[in-house]
């Protein structure tokens, strides 16, 4: 059942905007990992609706970047 109480929009609310600086920040830097990140943290929103589970996402979806450009580039 999807949950629209106030944690989970203010949550998802952040989030997606942390996705959308992403992407601007990956297109003007030309960075595609930033881009691809900034693509997962919008999209996440829409697919997980637990205030919890959100923000572990968006903790492993930062996570992932940083092994990234910390172990490939």
Do not use: H
């Not at 997606?16 to 600086?21: I, K, R, V």
């Not at 929103?45 to 172990?71: D, E, H, K, M, Q």
């Amino acid at each position: 059942m999807l949950d629209l109480s106030l944690p989970v929009l203010i949550s998802a609310t952040i989030i997606g905007t942390l996705g959308l600086c992403m992407i601007i920040y990956g297109k003007n830097q030309e960075d595609l990992p930033a881009i691809g990140g900034g693509l997962l943290l919008s999209i996440i929103p829409f697919l997980i609706a637990s205030v919890l589970y959100l923000w572990l996402a968006t903790l492993g979806v930062f996570a992932g970047l940083w092994a990234w450009r910390r172990f490939v580039g």
